[in-house]
């Protein structure tokens, strides 16, 4: 397991946690929004992306 499976799936659980424990709401939204745009825009992703 590379460390980018690892922050992708505690960043799922923290998004899953904070989207259930409140009702769906617009912060929720951009919250999960900004988490796929930084796992999709980082540098780091091409990189653990090749390590696998």
Known sequence: MTLYNLLKIVGGIGVGIMVFSNDFSW???L???FLALFYIG????AYFKNEE
Do not use: K, M, N, Q
């Open 27 to 29: 912060g929720s939204f």
């Open 31 to 33: 919250a999960l929004a």
């Open 42 to 45: 980082s540098p780091w992703y």
